[in-house]
């Protein structure tokens, strides 16, 4: 299967910045085209999906800026570049043939995975997963608290800052995706399940935007 997928940014920008780009697709999940030697940038030549096609292009006023990769956990390929004041504009494209194969895991992402953070307060909100959740494993588990967290909240554009974590978001009762996805991880780390979010982007929109998905370790994977 052939999948594209496109991202066009526009910012105001008052004074020097440092821009730091998530848009580019993982290299956990599929490597790159062999250049003219054979060579790859990704040593994953063994994943099942293969970049095809990949461009990215950030400019200021009209001319374009140096821009340096910096891999992430798991493969995220970051951008970064140095801006000025005045309108930026960042293009994305890349074309991705071939199945995507589940990420790999070890042993580290099953502890990290398992802890509260910044915006997934688990330890908080483990006595309303045990609640709500307790005696449930496994795939049950994984799509009564989706069902849940689906029901309990309403998808309100604005509703939530970009600080609020799962905890703000179970009591406003509203959000966008990242919120939802914020409050499924919680819960499912108050119950011992590894989960974690990823960003990816969302098909069938136009013009295509960028989604926050919740992931969690299930039967194995």
């Not at 992430?72 to 199945?99: F, K």
């Not at 966008?176 to 982007?201: E, N, Q, T």
Request: aromatic fraction near 6%; glycine fraction near 8%; charged fraction near 25%.
């Amino acid at each position: 299967m052939k999948r594209t997928a496109s991202a066009r940014l526009e910012f105001d920008v008052d004074g020097p910045a440092e821009f730091v780009l998530s848009v580019a697709a993982s290299r956990a999940y599929a490597a790159e085209t062999p250049g003219p030697g054979g060579e790859t940038a990704s040593d994953t030549a063994t994943a099942p999906a293969r970049i095809t096609e990949e461009a990215l292009a950030v400019t200021q006023h009209g001319a374009p800026l140096e821009v340096r990769e910096v891999r992430d956990h798991h493969g995220t390929l970051l951008h970064l570049c140095e801006v000025g004041a005045g309108r930026v504009t960042v293009d994305y494209r890349v074309v991705v043939d071939g199945r995507l194969d589940e990420p790999p895991v070890d042993e580290l992402d099953l502890v990290r995975y398992r802890r509260p953070s910044r915006y997934c307060e688990s330890d908080t909100l483990s006595p309303t997963a045990r609640a709500e959740f307790g005696g449930l494993e496994g795939r049950e588990l994984l799509a009564a608290v989706a069902t849940w967290v689906g029901s309990h909240l309403a998808y309100v554009p604005g509703a939530s800052a970009p600080t609020d974590g799962a905890v703000q978001t179970l009591l406003d009762r509203q959000g966008v995706c990242r919120d939802y996805a914020h409050l499924v991880i919680a819960l499912l780390r108050g119950l011992d399940v590894p989960a974690r979010l990823v960003s990816v982007y969302a098909p069938g929109l136009s013009p295509m935007d960028f989604h926050a998905v919740a992931e969690a370790y299930v039967d194995g994977a």
